[in-house]
């Protein structure tokens, strides 16, 4: 198993900035990608950004210019600065690790989830 703790979320008002940080511990053997998605009230949870271990990256149009995804791979940690934040960024922040388990199996695993809230 794959546990993964997220920190860093809270309330911020429109144009501010938050980091999000993730570290993953446990049973990690060959790290394919990490990353976040969000999920605002009423909707499903969509890709924010993620970042291949080669370090090639997507970002979500909402997003791009605004937001910025960074992985320490030696701590097993992936980051996620967001600038420019706006009310609609309002949702919870899931990090995600995806790996290579055995030949043919690929697994997903998420962390719990932190609260970012943009308001005046």
């Known amino acids: 198993q794959v546990q993964l703790v997220e920190s860093g979320g809270g309330l911020v008002q429109p144009g501010g900035s938050l980091r999000l940080s993730c570290v993953a511990s446990g049973s990690i053997f060959s790290i394919r990608r990490m990353g976040w998605y969000r999920q605002r009230p009423g909707k499903q949870r969509d890709l924010v950004a993620t970042?291949?271990?080669?370090?090639?990256?997507t970002y979500a149009d909402s997003v791009k210019g605004r937001f910025a995804i960074s992985r320490d791979t030696a701590k097993n940690t992936v980051f996620l600065q967001m600038n420019s934040l706006q009310p609609e960024d309002t949702a919870v922040y899931y990090c995600?690790?995806?790996?290579?388990?055995?030949?043919?199996?690929?697994?997903?695993?998420w962390g719990q989830g932190t609260q970012v809230t943009v308001s005046s």
């Open positions: 970042m291949s271990n080669a370090g090639s990256t």
């Open positions: 995600n690790l995806n790996q290579q388990e055995t030949l043919y199996r690929r697994r997903d695993y």
